[in-house]
């Protein structure tokens, strides 16, 4: 009877420690804690930027051109490229109606190295900026890039961000 108690005490006790130790299941939308994001899943697989200082943007307003640029923890590099001064609205990537640098997407791999692009009529893809304040850019993404070299595609979705204006 004593160790039919202590066995069930010790069920018990691990059962708690198994259903409370359930990790956070959000999807970690924010690099270093801040609040500022780059992220999608591509080809399904999570990309998410790994530091504050490669989801910023330079030059935004100021420049010809408005980069986004995230890199995650590989070193692989993802960016985005809108035509500046970027207003609110919806801009389509590999339109034969803009020129080939104005809006396009971009991923590169470390290894093997390797590119996947939308531009000159590559890959097409819709890039949605719904805020532009002074201090930010926020919006999302979707597209599917192809490899010059070899042909082989991947598809860029769920794509959110909200950058740092430099």
């Known amino acids: 009877m004593k ?15 198994l259903t409370s130790c359930k990790g956070d299941e959000s999807s970690p939308k924010t690099s270093s804690n801040t609040s500022y994001y780059f992220t999608c899943k591509i080809d399904g697989e999570e990309f ?16 010809e051109y408005f980069n986004i640029q995230g890199i995650d ?7 985005l ?3 500046s001064p970027t207003q609110i609205g919806t801009f389509e990537t590999g339109d034969p109606g803009t020129p080939t640098q104005t809006i396009a997407a971009h991923y590169a791999t470390q290894s093997p190295v390797e590119n996947w692009s939308t ?6 893809g819709t890039i949605i900026v719904s805020k532009n304040t002074e201090t930010y850019m926020e919006g999302s993404f979707s597209f599917t890039a ?4 070899d042909s082989t595609t991947k598809v860029f979705t ?4 909200k950058v740092r204006k430099l």
Do not use: C, H, P
Not at 3 to 17: P, T, Y
Not at 48 to 63: G, I, M, R, T
Not at 146 to 149: K, L, S
Not at 158 to 161: A, C, L, N, R
């Open 81 to 83: 490229t809108l035509q």
């Open 3 to 17: 160790q039919s108690l202590i066995l069930s005490f010790l069920v018990f006790l691990a059962a708690i420690g």
């Open 73 to 79: 923890v590989m070193g692989n590099k993802l960016s």
């Open 119 to 124: 531009r000159d009529d590559n890959g097409k």
């Open 48 to 63: 998410v930027s790994s530091s504050e200082s490669s989801v910023v943007s330079y030059a935004a307003d100021f420049s």
């Open 158 to 161: 769920e794509g959110e961000f």
């Open 146 to 149: 192809m490899n010059a070299i």
